[in-house]
């Protein structure tokens, strides 16, 4: 995991903290390997009374987005674990319209278990299309080395690709929307909450750059793609 003290600890010169930052990081990582791993994806949480989420167990939210490319922008996952979760987030999160927050949606839980069932199917927090996280998503693409799915998660998300759908997005098509309804509503593709910079600062930036830090380092990689003639570029600011 990319630890932000462990980052301004090196470049300060303070090797105390930076050691101690080193040694929490290893029993994060342990714990990680050891409690969050499940066989094809990470879980999504734990709960107080020992109950896992996000897992091959049940039957409702089996897996979440979110664990799956933090593992891979953090570090915490291995090579194998990253191509592993990567393809598990195409096989059952992937849509033409963006990549879902979880699946399958709750429809039989309780409120006081899962919220996020106060929602239909396919739409927010139940196995919806959050619009700001999709960039997650094409950075560790850019990461694994994988420019043609990058580009393919960038293409979805991007107001520009529906120009000529206007129909089916339903929403000025130079706006990023704040959600997007999946593929298990009965409206994919219609997106809503448009105009939010949220969503705009965490898409745009990232399509399709990865910006990594590195000590007093940014690292800006772009990956190419087969079907569009990117530049690949490394670029550097701060101290080099």
């Known amino acids: 995991m990319n630890c ?16 101690w930052a080193l040694s929490e990081r290893k029993k994060l990582d342990e714990n990680i390997q050891k409690k969050c791993w499940d066989g094809k994806w990470f879980i999504w949480a734990i709960a107080e009374d020992g109950t896992v989420y ?8 089996q897996i979440y987005f979110n664990t799956q490319v933090w593992s891979v922008l953090s570090g915490a996952a291995t090579p194998e674990q990253i191509k592993t979760c990567l393809e598990s987030v195409k096989e059952k999160l992937a849509t033409p319209y963006g990549l879902m ?18 929602y239909l199917p ?13 960039g997650w998503g094409i950075i560790a ?7 043609d799915r990058a580009y393919e998660y960038c293409k979805a998300a991007l107001p520009a690709a529906y120009n000529t759908k206007a129909e089916i997005r339903q929403s000025e098509p130079y706006v990023i929307g704040q959600t997007t309804y999946s593929t298990y509503s009965k409206r994919p593709g219609n997106t809503r909450v448009s105009w939010l910079s949220g969503a705009f600062l965490s898409v745009f ?3 399709p750059v ?18 569009v003639p990117f530049l690949v570029l490394l670029g550097f600011c701060g101290n080099s």
């Open 141 to 147: 693409e850019i990461m694994n080395g994988n420019g």
């Open 54 to 61: 996000g897992t091959q167990s049940i039957e409702e939210g």
């Open 101 to 118: 927050l979880c699946a399958p949606p709750f429809i039989y839980a309780s409120r006081d278990i899962m919220s996020s069932v106060v």
């Open 205 to 207: 930036p990232a399509c």
């Open 122 to 134: 396919g739409i927010k927090e139940n196995a919806g299309i959050f619009n700001h996280t999709q």
């Open 210 to 227: 990865a910006h990594r830090p590195e000590s007093a380092r940014l690292r800006n990689q772009v990956m190419m793609s087969s079907s």
């Open 4 to 19: 932000s003290i462990l980052l301004a600890a090196e470049s300060s010169g303070k090797n105390d903290e930076a050691d």
